[in-house]
């Protein structure tokens, strides 16, 4: 009974491949996160979701590209794949439209490993 | 702008003494204040959070913590280490005017010895 679920667990790519992680909720949540955590474990949000719309879109390079195809699903695509774009990458839930005071529930990661 | 600060990559204790995991913050209003452990290999759980009213918060496992406005503080305690207790634990503030995701802080790594 995953809450907030992620594939693929672990990832082992070339540089300049194409992949997609996706993540997947049965919270019944509105809104969706992608965080980054990087081998220091600084985490740092990516994107937000709230019932398939954007609602933040921090400094991130433009091959990273989330696409919601609905509230329970928030996927990442990552285009031409650097050795920088190595890191765990978290999705998380929280059960509002986003607000500051929400909690959020967090997938396991996906480990992804550029060579 | 926020940001959060934690004093201690590393801490260590012994099994059965205080754990005490230091975290400031720099907001320009008051923030939304979290801790959140990280297991080995697993995701992020709220271990407790603080928003409105009293500053002192108990949260799961036994952990707990105060906001300290004065000292832009809200470090992480709790009276009596398990081994289970050894894992990461972060920091994080939102700020309350905003809809804004979390700040994280760098994380420190608490080991506990037997």
């Known amino acids: 009974d995953t809450a907030v679920s992620q594939t693929p667990k672990y990832l082992v790519t070339q540089m300049g491949n194409d992949k997609s992680i996706k993540c997947e909720q049965n919270?019944?949540?509105?809104?969706m996160y992608w965080y980054k955590q990087d081998s220091k474990k600084f985490l740092k949000i990516m994107f937000s979701?709230?019932?398939?719309?954007?609602?933040i879109n921090e400094t991130v390079p433009n091959r990273f590209s989330p696409k919601s195809p609905d509230k329970a699903h928030l996927n990442l695509h990552i285009n031409s794949l650097e050795l920088g774009d190595s890191a765990v990458y978290f999705c998380?839930?929280?059960?509002?439209?986003?607000?500051?005071?929400?909690?959020?529930?967090f997938g396991p990661g996906t480990r992804l490993l550029v060579l | 702008a926020q940001s959060v600060t934690q004093l201690g990559s590393h801490v260590s204790v012994s099994e059965g003494a205080l754990v005490l995991l230091r975290c400031n913050y720099s907001s320009s209003v008051p923030p939304y204040l979290f801790w959140y452990v990280q297991y080995p290999n697993q995701g992020l759980q709220l271990l407790l959070k603080y928003t409105t009213g009293a500053t002192l918060v108990k949260g799961i496992n036994g952990f707990e913590a105060e906001f300290k406005k004065s000292e832009t503080s809200f470090h992480l305690t709790k009276p009596s280490a398990h081994m289970s207790d050894a894992a990461e634990y972060f920091c994080?503030?939102?700020?309350?005017?905003?809809?804004?995701?979390?700040?994280f802080g760098s994380g420190t790594r608490l080991q506990v010895q037997p």
């Open positions: 919270l019944g949540h509105d809104t």
């Open positions: 979701y709230n019932n398939k719309e954007l609602i």
């Open positions: 998380a839930s929280s059960q509002g439209p986003g607000l500051a005071e929400e909690t959020q529930y």
């Open positions: 994080a503030v939102s700020d309350p005017t905003g809809r804004r995701a979390l700040t």
